[in-house]
């Protein structure tokens, strides 16, 4: 494999020693309270040498800034190169659905597409919107289903208060779907 199609690889980064972590993290939130948000932050690797130095773009250092963020956390970290333009199997792949579900998703206008030959082509852009709007939909599902709780309430009756919320959410989505 050359060095080129080496550096464009799915790779997944466990965390190892969060001791090495924390001072990554501490040094990065503090310049950012010593700069504020009117002053222009830079950015810079630096190495050994005094000369030894690159700097780096913002969206480098906030990419930089969550991978050191989530490690320190304990979780692992896979950066997964994505083309701008998606075969529906890649979008699926994002979204967490089967091949299927996204040519469904095409035919109902929910994802736009480009059709190419027999094949679809799809923006990256619409596919990451497109999982935005539906994390929403699901955070608003969740809402609307859920109901206040207190300690000494009976038990049938919040069952029964959530399931007349699920059936008023289901009978929406069924009207919606017949619209």
């Given amino acids: 494999m050359g060095a080129q199609a080496q550096a464009i690889r799915s790779e997944t980064f466990m965390p190892e020693d969060a001791g090495q972590l924390a001072p990554v993290l501490s040094f990065l939130k503090a310049h950012e309270m010593a700069t504020g948000s009117a002053a222009q932050a830079r950015y810079a690797l ?3 040498d005094e000369h030894d130095r690159i700097e780096l773009p913002e969206r480098v250092h906030a990419v930089l800034k969550r991978v050191v963020e989530a490690m320190l956390m304990g979780r692992a970290v896979t950066l997964a190169p994505q083309s701008m333009i998606l075969t529906t199997q890649q979008a699926a792949d994002l979204l967490g659905v089967s091949r299927p579900t996204v040519v469904r998703l095409i035919s109902d206008n929910q994802i736009a597409a480009d059709r190419v030959g027999n094949r679809h082509r799809l ?11 539906r994390r929403a939909r699901q955070y608003d599902a ?38």
Avoid: C, H, M, N
């Fill in 46 to 48: 630096v190495g050994v």
């Fill in 123 to 133: 923006q990256l852009d619409d596919v990451l919107a497109y999982k935005e709007s």
């Fill in 142 to 179: 969740l809402s609307e289903t859920s109901v206040s709780v207190d300690a000494g309430e009976d038990p049938d009756l919040i069952r029964e208060q959530l399931r007349e919320a699920r059936k008023a959410v289901a009978a929406r989505r069924r009207a919606g779907t017949r619209a």
